[in-house]
Protein backbone atom coordinates (compact mmCIF):
# COMPACT_ATOMS: atom_id res chain seq x y z
CA UNK A 1 0.00 0.00 0.00
CA UNK A 2 1.06 3.65 -0.83
CA UNK A 3 2.29 5.80 1.53
CA UNK A 4 2.69 8.89 -0.23
CA UNK A 5 0.64 9.07 -3.62
CA UNK A 6 0.93 11.90 -6.39
CA UNK A 7 -2.36 12.89 -7.99
CA UNK A 8 -2.16 15.70 -10.67
CA UNK A 9 -4.99 17.62 -11.28
CA UNK A 10 -6.60 19.89 -13.87
CA UNK A 11 -9.76 20.34 -12.97
CA UNK A 12 -11.21 17.68 -15.59
CA UNK A 13 -13.84 14.81 -14.45
CA UNK A 14 -10.51 12.04 -15.30
CA UNK A 15 -8.39 13.64 -12.56
CA UNK A 16 -11.44 13.96 -10.15
CA UNK A 17 -11.92 10.42 -10.86
CA UNK A 18 -8.16 10.23 -9.93
CA UNK A 19 -9.11 11.69 -6.54
CA UNK A 20 -12.16 9.51 -5.73
CA UNK A 21 -10.00 6.18 -6.29
CA UNK A 22 -7.44 7.62 -4.25
CA UNK A 23 -9.85 8.23 -1.51
CA UNK A 24 -11.69 5.03 -1.69
CA UNK A 25 -8.65 2.68 -2.42
CA UNK A 26 -5.43 4.52 0.20
CA UNK A 27 -7.40 6.46 2.16
CA UNK A 28 -4.94 7.06 5.07
CA UNK A 29 -1.93 7.71 2.76
CA UNK A 30 0.14 10.87 2.33
CA UNK A 31 -1.51 12.85 -0.60
CA UNK A 32 0.39 15.55 -2.92
CA UNK A 33 -1.97 17.33 -5.28
CA UNK A 34 -0.45 18.76 -8.22
CA UNK A 35 -1.43 21.23 -11.01
CA UNK A 36 0.97 22.19 -14.01
CA UNK A 37 0.24 25.05 -15.46
CA UNK A 38 1.65 24.65 -19.08
CA UNK A 39 2.73 27.49 -20.93
CA UNK A 40 1.93 26.04 -24.34
CA UNK A 41 -1.92 27.16 -23.47
CA UNK A 42 -0.83 31.19 -23.62
CA UNK A 43 -0.62 30.64 -27.12
CA UNK A 44 0.61 33.12 -29.75
CA UNK A 45 -0.25 36.55 -27.60
CA UNK A 46 1.52 35.85 -24.26
CA UNK A 47 4.84 35.43 -26.52
CA UNK A 48 3.95 38.99 -28.56
CA UNK A 49 3.23 41.17 -25.44
CA UNK A 50 4.75 40.81 -22.11
CA UNK A 51 2.26 42.06 -20.26
CA UNK A 52 0.35 39.45 -22.22
CA UNK A 53 1.79 36.92 -20.64
CA UNK A 54 2.17 37.80 -17.15
CA UNK A 55 -1.83 38.30 -17.47
CA UNK A 56 -2.06 35.36 -18.68
CA UNK A 57 0.33 33.49 -16.08
CA UNK A 58 -1.61 35.20 -13.20
CA UNK A 59 -5.22 33.84 -14.91
CA UNK A 60 -3.74 30.23 -14.78
CA UNK A 61 -2.37 30.43 -11.20
CA UNK A 62 -6.26 31.98 -10.35
CA UNK A 63 -7.47 29.00 -12.25
CA UNK A 64 -4.88 26.79 -10.39
CA UNK A 65 -5.80 27.59 -7.27
CA UNK A 66 -9.57 27.16 -7.51
CA UNK A 67 -8.42 23.77 -9.02
CA UNK A 68 -6.70 22.92 -6.07
CA UNK A 69 -8.92 23.93 -3.36
CA UNK A 70 -11.97 21.57 -5.38
CA UNK A 71 -9.42 19.03 -5.00
CA UNK A 72 -9.14 19.25 -1.71
CA UNK A 73 -12.52 19.45 -0.94
CA UNK A 74 -13.24 16.16 -3.24
CA UNK A 75 -10.22 14.47 -1.62
CA UNK A 76 -11.95 11.94 1.27
CA UNK A 77 -8.36 10.70 3.06
CA UNK A 78 -7.60 10.78 6.64
CA UNK A 79 -3.88 11.51 5.72
CA UNK A 80 -1.99 14.55 5.53
CA UNK A 81 -2.82 16.61 1.98
CA UNK A 82 -0.49 19.13 0.00
CA UNK A 83 -1.31 20.69 -2.79
CA UNK A 84 1.58 22.46 -5.52
CA UNK A 85 1.54 24.15 -8.50
CA UNK A 86 4.49 23.82 -11.08
CA UNK A 87 4.66 25.73 -14.68
CA UNK A 88 6.16 22.94 -17.64
CA UNK A 89 5.10 20.40 -19.95
CA UNK A 90 2.55 18.72 -17.96
CA UNK A 91 3.91 14.49 -18.08
CA UNK A 92 7.23 15.49 -17.85
CA UNK A 93 6.64 17.97 -14.67
CA UNK A 94 4.48 15.26 -13.21
CA UNK A 95 7.28 12.83 -13.80
CA UNK A 96 9.72 15.18 -11.85
CA UNK A 97 7.80 15.99 -9.23
CA UNK A 98 7.29 11.91 -8.45
CA UNK A 99 11.10 11.87 -8.66
CA UNK A 100 11.62 14.63 -6.16
CA UNK A 101 8.82 14.47 -3.56
CA UNK A 102 9.95 10.71 -2.36
CA UNK A 103 6.47 9.58 -3.86
CA UNK A 104 5.92 6.04 -4.33
CA UNK A 105 2.77 6.02 -6.36
CA UNK A 106 1.45 8.26 -8.87
CA UNK A 107 -2.50 8.27 -9.60
CA UNK A 108 -3.46 9.93 -12.92
CA UNK A 109 -6.56 10.27 -14.72
CA UNK A 110 -7.09 9.74 -18.17
CA UNK A 111 -9.16 10.55 -21.32
CA UNK A 112 -8.80 7.39 -22.34
CA UNK A 113 -8.35 8.83 -26.29
CA UNK A 114 -7.46 6.16 -28.86
CA UNK A 115 -6.32 6.01 -32.62
CA UNK A 116 -5.59 9.19 -34.62
CA UNK A 117 -6.72 11.44 -31.57
CA UNK A 118 -4.49 10.29 -29.02
CA UNK A 119 -1.57 10.22 -31.61
CA UNK A 120 -2.21 14.08 -32.75
CA UNK A 121 -3.12 15.46 -29.09
CA UNK A 122 -0.56 13.02 -27.13
CA UNK A 123 -1.24 11.33 -23.77
CA UNK A 124 0.06 13.00 -20.48
CA UNK A 125 -0.87 9.32 -18.57
CA UNK A 126 1.09 7.42 -21.51
CA UNK A 127 4.04 9.55 -20.98
CA UNK A 128 3.51 9.37 -16.97
CA UNK A 129 3.53 5.75 -17.30
CA UNK A 130 6.17 5.40 -19.65
CA UNK A 131 8.95 7.46 -18.11
CA UNK A 132 7.96 7.40 -13.95
CA UNK A 133 10.70 6.29 -11.69
CA UNK A 134 7.49 5.22 -9.40
CA UNK A 135 4.44 2.93 -9.92
CA UNK A 136 1.13 4.67 -11.96
CA UNK A 137 -2.09 3.78 -11.40
CA UNK A 138 -4.41 5.31 -14.84
CA UNK A 139 -7.75 6.57 -14.05
CA UNK A 140 -10.48 6.26 -16.53
Not at 27 to 44: E, K
Not at 119 to 132: I, K, P, Q, T, Y
Amino acid sequence: MPKHVLVPVDGSPQSLQALAFVSEEWDDARVTLLHVIDPVQAGYSAGALPTGSEEWYQEAKVEADEILREARERLDTGGEVTADTEVGRPAATIVEAADERDVDHVVVGSHGRQGVSRLVLGSVAEDVVRHSPVPVTVVR
